[in-house]
Nanobody, 115 residues
């Protein structure tokens, strides 16, 4: 069974940092394109960052320069380092794995940035 399990969410103040992790199982992790999405209540789901093995990452304009996506294929884990956090970053963050058009999703982890 495929599982994507996020962790690392929480409550932080503006300007703070968080590091999200997504541990995958049941897939050949290294061949999958991995991404982080987020969705705030009443808003459309947004692609935050994504990358494949051996490629340069892609970022949403709203997070570029503040967030860094990375992956450790040996651990089947993808990370999202989030710095200089803003209230607008508040959302549920979801891990996504894609391969040949197939998508798997994690359960989400809540990130809340206080005002």
């Amino acid at each position: 069974q495929v599982q994507l399990v996020e962790s690392g969410g929480g409550l932080v103040q503006p300007g703070g940092s968080l590091r999200l992790s997504c541990a995958a199982s049941g897939i050949a992790f290294s061949v999958y394109h991995m991404g982080w999405y987020r969705q705030a209540p009443g808003k459309q789901r947004e692609l935050v960052a994504s990358m494949s093995s051996g490629s340069s990452p892609n970022y949403a304009a709203s997070v570029e320069g503040r967030f860094t996506i990375s992956r450790d294929n040996a651990k089947s884990t993808v990370y999202l380092q989030m710095n200089s956090l803003k209230p607008d970053d508040t959302a549920a963050y979801y891990c996504n794995a894609q391969w040949i058009g197939r998508q798997y999703w994690g359960q989400g982890t809540q990130v809340t940035i206080s005002s």
